[in-house]
């Protein structure tokens, strides 16, 4: 092997040691190792720039952008107050409802954003019943990544395929896996009601004052909520028919963004870009440039050549090996950095005579998105669940979630077998 391919994996190896111990802040962690490849030589400036996807950046900008200006308005608080009154306050009830709506908006809005939304509300809710919250925020935490699972934009992982696999649209992630994410769900809730109904018993009187909340008040500003659903409805729209238009997926949430900027006037507009996660961007461009010195030293196609080599490039034997090594991946390492790994490396495979790439896009975002369940470290939610959770008095413990979590992820993804089995390669 070559000394500049030696190098890019010791780096990429030492970075990813660093990601995974979280000494460290990813964040610089992966732009230290990205600047590393161009100082090194082992990639120039320009060619780690071409390897960094500015579609999936933006995106990511877009959304945050959207949802941040909408949460200031309180819709999101409004929809769980609803919600739990529906449920007429039963704490079982309450726990399934806030799971759909976490599983909801997961798929549309992205799984971190909505976690952020509803943890607060979550901590509300169950101060009023007088219950403990960690069975509320563990359900949670499964529905985000389920809910992610289902669409181009619910997930991290499925963003950047949806990204680097052009022919594949919004529309293909949702006839493709939102079916199997909704089978998952409907699975999972039984489970959730079996498990945690005991933990979350309360009195009658402390349902009735979930019933007296009066959820109108937290609609804090109904012009701004109006415009916030003209621009998220004409984005949603977009994805929709962003194939049709031939406009890529970045380009209809930037344009969603700046729509409701416009309509919402410039005093805004400081506040909604400090509400993107820039953390979050530039991890994503450290990344790209990291994998792209493994993409030009040949790393990844010697890795793909040896895949294909293990499974004969036979469709099911190579879209199971991706579905479970994504998924037990994705339990332990950061499901983000696993797939940015993986993409060119089914690219290659393509390459290398492997005709039909569909179900192992499929496998690679079933594994990486439902393996993100596996435990506390699997994935961006995940993390910052625990996150609230603690400064809440509430903190998660690593094993208290793999109890919960590693079972209920190896179910999800017997069942991503099944499906992948049964509606791709027979």
């Not at 769900?185 to 959730?192: C, E, G, K, R």
Request: proline fraction near 3%; glycine fraction near 8%.
């Amino acid at each position: 092997m070559e000394q500049q391919a030696i190098l890019a994996i010791g780096i990429f190896l030492i970075i990813y040691g660093f990601i995974i111990a979280e000494k460290i802040h990813r964040t610089i962690v992966a732009m230290i190792g990205g600047v590393l490849m161009v100082v090194l030589g082992i990639v120039d400036q320009e060619t780690a720039l071409h390897h960094i996807d500015f579609n999936t950046l933006g995106l990511l900008v877009g959304m945050m952008i959207i949802v941040g200006i909408t949460a200031e308005t309180g819709l999101f608080k409004y929809i769980a107050v609803v919600a739990a009154k529906r449920a007429k306050g039963d704490p079982t009830r309450i726990l399934i409802s806030l799971a759909l709506i976490t599983a909801i908006g997961s798929a549309f809005l992205d799984n971190v954003t909505t976690v952020l939304l509803m943890v607060p509300v979550t901590f509300s809710i169950t101060r009023q019943l007088r219950v403990n919250p960690m069975p509320f925020l563990i359900t949670q935490i499964i529905a985000s990544n389920v809910g992610g699972t289902a669409t181009l934009i619910g997930d991290p992982p499925n963003i950047m395929i949806g990204s680097a696999v052009k022919e594949l649209s919004f529309m293909d992630f949702i006839i493709n896996l939102a079916p199997l994410a909704i089978i998952v769900m409907a699975v999972y809730i039984p489970i959730f009601i079996l498990l945690f109904r005991k933990q979350i018993q309360t009195k009658d009187d402390l349902k009735c004052s979930i019933m007296e909340m009066d959820e109108s008040q937290l609609i804090t500003d109904h012009k701004l909520l109006r415009k916030c659903l003209i621009a998220l409805t004409l984005t949603i729209l977009g994805f929709f028919t962003h194939q049709l238009l031939h406009l890529e997926s970045a380009t209809v949430a930037l344009a969603g963004a700046f729509l409701l900027l416009l309509l919402t006037g410039e005093h805004i507009m400081e506040e909604a870009f400090s509400r993107v996660e820039w953390t979050t961007i530039f991890f994503f461009v450290g990344l790209f440039v990291l994998v792209s010195g493994l993409i030009e030293t040949g790393v990844i196609a010697k890795l793909a050549a040896q895949a294909i080599e293990l499974t004969g490039g036979e469709p099911i034997a190579t879209s199971m090996l991706i579905l479970w090594l994504s998924a037990i991946a994705s339990s332990f390492l950061d499901n983000i950095p696993f797939v940015a790994t993986m993409i060119p490396m089914i690219q290659e495979m393509g390459n290398m005579g492997v005709s039909n790439l569909e179900p192992l896009w499929w496998s690679l975002a079933l594994g990486a998105c439902l393996g993100g369940n596996g435990s506390l470290i699997g994935a961006s939610a995940n993390l910052i669940v625990a996150g609230m959770a603690g400064k809440e008095g509430h903190p998660i413990s690593f094993v208290q979630f793999l109890k919960y979590g590693f079972p209920l992820m190896l179910l999800s993804i017997v069942l991503s077998s099944i499906y992948l089995y049964l509606r791709y390669l027979i």
